[in-house]
């Protein structure tokens, strides 16, 4: 088992900042592909980032690459994802999740509760 939870969101206004982390526990973190996922009110989860076990590769959903950044740190079982000039629409609850390797269809073995971002105009 891997527990998740995430933290760091809150109210922002458009063109600022925040960073988000994703604090783990349980079996060993680096063997894990973390990805962190939104879901807006009334759509669908979408993915919007990912990093490998190792954190050698990142992924990034079209509408935030550029803005955000996703990071980790092994050593202290945290997982970070940056997020420059938000947007209204990067309003959404974000959630962390841990896999063997990165679905970025969501289809990932552990997930946080998330936490809740809004960006205001």
């Known amino acids: 088992q891997v527990q998740l939870v995430e933290s760091g969101g809150g109210l922002v206004q458009a063109g600022g900042s925040l960073r988000l982390s994703c604090a783990a526990s349980?079996?060993?973190?680096?063997?894990?592909?973390v990805g962190w996922f939104r879901q807006a009110p009334g759509k669908d989860r979408e993915f919007v980032a990912g990093?490998?076990?190792?954190?050698?590769?990142?992924y990034y959903a079209d509408s935030v690459k550029g803005r955000f950044a996703i990071s980790r740190d092994n050593a202290k079982n945290t997982v970070y994802l940056q997020m420059n000039f938000l947007k209204p629409e990067d309003t959404a609850v974000y959630y962390c999740?841990?896999?063997?390797?990165?679905?970025?269809?969501?289809?990932?073995?552990?997930w946080g509760k998330g936490t809740l971002v809004t960006v205001s105009s």
């Open positions: 349980g079996r060993t973190f680096s063997n894990y592909a």
């Open positions: 999740a841990a896999n063997p390797t990165l679905r970025i269809d969501g289809a990932m073995a552990y």
């Open positions: 990093i490998s076990a190792s954190g050698g590769n990142t």
